[in-house]
């Protein structure tokens, strides 16, 4: 069953307290899970985790990953300065970016970031716009089909991230005499898997290709970022990935390949996001009509706008209705927004109690790619965020958009 981290009725009078819509994040939830993930690749003495800021850029949570020992994985300049913000800087730091700007090299440089460059052409880009590193990572694309269960999980080929195996190896071997040092390989071979012999296996590639790149440029990795993926249950009854499972499967691999190798010991590194927020934030939204035609459609005061994924991805969310638990399911909702758009609906046919005009609705797993991927399609404006510490208050870390933000960044003078 999918549970929530509050008692509904302490749960509605936040709601009460807090006008919806807004996310909600458990603090406790978000740090026993990172400690979870530490101690399951503890056998990996440089093992680091970098949370990747896309997935939930607030502050708040990029300070919780500060504290757990967590670095950060940024992409752009915003997330670099965000990054800076909350304290992050040299090796703290994963720049793994791609079509990269000028002034992105240059903050990056500026916080010496490690810097995972998608192309080994931004090689003289970064000397001529910043200066070289003494320590730079390479994202590689294999150039394959990532197969799993006689399926195709990903297919390297034709995507636009990452260099090729000849391209690192040739780039990686003129690179000490222009003095740097320390080097490592990125991948992500995750695709919201959640099967340990999945990750054990695809990471065997990265492995492969670490050695392959010491016997054709002599240079050794001392990194391997094998990056995000790694997928969470979203239907009551899946089952969550098992953390230790996964990396006993790729200290399998590790133990392999590696260990026999002039390449042991080397860290390894994740910039997971989804697996590190996403089950620990909820979206919360109240019913404000309920319209028959021939469906039910419970209409929100959210749209799509503020969460995305059922939308774009077509994610299930499951979804709690506090108070009315022991009610029986038998109605069917389209639970919609307010967008002038027909796809605009959090869930389609969905199995709940009888609604009316002022129930609480929680969507579950909305902890990442939620907020960040909402827009202001229509003028309807971002939610706020909150935050459930620790300690059990709620606090809240983003104010919900007005339209004075909306008109923020326009001219009215025509000019
Ligand atoms: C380079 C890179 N690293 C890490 C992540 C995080 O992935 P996830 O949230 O699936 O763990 C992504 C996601 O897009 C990514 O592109």
Known sequence: MKTLPLASETLLRIAKKYPTPFYLYDENAIRQNARRLQAAFAWNRGYREFFSVKCNPNPALLSIFKEEGCGVDCASETELLLARACGFSGDDIMFTSNNTTAAEFRLARELDAIINLDDT?????????????????????????????????????????????????AAFRSLPSQ???????????????????????????????????????????????????????????????????????????????????????????SELGLYMTGPYG????????????????????????????????????????????????????????????????????????????????????AGAYGYSHSTTFNGKLRPAELLLTAEGSVKTIRRAETPQDYFATLSFDGR
Request: hydrophobic share 40%; aromatic share 12%; glycine share 8%.
């Open 121 to 169: 052409g931004h090689l003289d880009f970064l000397q001529r716009v910043a200066s070289l590193p003494e320590r730079i990572s390479c994202r590689y694309n294999p150039g394959i089909e990532i197969r799993y269960q006689n399926q195709c999980i990903i297919d390297f080929a034709g995507s636009k991230f990452g260099a090729t195996k000849e391209q690192i190896s």
């Open 179 to 269: 003095g740097i040092k320390t080097f490592g390989i990125h991948a992500q071979f995750g695709c919201h898997r959640r099967e340990a012999d999945y990750f054990g296996s695809a990471i065997r590639c990265l492995f492969s290709f670490a050695i392959e790149l010491f016997q054709s440029s002599g240079i050794k990795v001392s990194f391997i970022n094998f990056a995000g993926g790694l997928g969470i249950p979203y239907r009551p009854g899946e089952d969550a990935a098992d953390i230790a499972a996964v990396s006993a499967a790729i200290q399998a691999a590790y133990d392999e390949i590696i260990v026999p190798s002039a390449l042991h010991p080397l860290a390894l590194f």
């Open 282 to 365: 909820y979206f919360v939204s109240s019913v404000l009509h309920i319209k028959e035609t021939d469906k039910q459609f419970a209409g929100l005061d959210a749209s799509t706008n503020a969460f995305l994924s059922p939308l774009r991805y077509n994610d299930y969310h499951h979804i709690s209705v506090p108070g009315k638990e022991a009610q029986p399911f038998n109605q069917r909702y389209d639970i919609t927004g307010a967008l002038c758009e027909n796809r605009d609906r959090f869930a389609v046919d969905r199995e709940l109690p009888t609604l009316v005009t002022g129930d609480i609705l929680v969507f579950h797993d």
